[in-house]
């Protein structure tokens, strides 16, 4: 037996594939799963012929299938999921977005459309008026923003920071475009609440 090449041991052919050689040494452990010696023999015949063929293969005499030439590209990686935008965002953005239910935009929508009605079509209180809407726009991002996690503190800051961003962008987009504010029959100030009460609402609904 030890005279024997290492085709001989497997019993196979010279010209054998890769695919048969494979085979059959699979089936003959299977066959002498008790055999510790016999198997060992089996292995060394397979590790030989392994080798002959990659060395057969440098010299360019056959052409080793991928699979030996390149055993971890079988190991097929895990399908990467794919990630929503939000999840795909900073982490310091993902803490504060919310995904709101229909009630939570419907709900603070419906009261900044009533405080912007008021504001444009309601001009007898003049700047007054717009000041008290603006407290009440306040109060309705507060309430909706504290709803959501019970941070009060947290729901204030956000709101008032959203009222001085609002009231400053609506300020200079009045300013800077006068003629089509006039167009829409608005002050510069009624324009300036409307686009905070456009701002608070996103807020209340978008973020907590």
């Known amino acids: 037996m030890s005279e024997q090449n290492p085709y001989e041991k497997l019993g196979v052919s010279e010209d054998a594939s890769f695919d048969e050689i ?7 452990l299977e066959q002498h799963s008790g055999d510790a010696k016999r198997r060992e023999i089996i292995e060394a015949a ?6 002959e063929r990659l060395r057969m293969r440098q010299e360019g005499k056959i052409k080793v299938p991928e699979r030996i030439r390149f055993p971890e590209r ?15 965002s900073p982490a310091w953005l993902q803490r504060i977005l ?21 504001s ?3 001009q007898a209180g003049g700047e007054q008026i717009l000041q008290l809407l603006l407290v009440l726009g306040v109060g309705v991002s507060a309430y909706f923003l504290n709803r959501k996690e019970g941070k009060f503190g947290r729901a204030v ?3 008032l ?10 300020g200079l987009i009045a300013s800077g475009f006068p003629l089509q504010v006039q167009l829409l029959s608005l ?8 686009a905070t009460f456009v701002l608070l609402w996103l807020i209340s609904s978008f973020l907590r």
């Open 120 to 122: 444009v079509f309601y």
């Open 74 to 88: 079988l190991v097929q990686s895990p399908p990467k999921e794919s990630l929503s935008p939000r999840e795909q």
């Open 161 to 170: 920071i959203g009222l001085i961003t609002g009231l400053i962008a609506g």
């Open 22 to 28: 494979q085979d059959v040494r699979n089936r003959l």
């Open 157 to 159: 800051l956000l709101t």
């Open 187 to 194: 002050s510069q100030n009624q324009f300036a609440t409307v």
């Open 46 to 51: 397979y590790d030989a012929i392994l080798m």
């Open 98 to 118: 919310d995904k709101p239910t229909p009630a939570d935009v419907l709900l603070p929508g419906a009261w900044y459309v009533g405080l912007s009605a008021i």
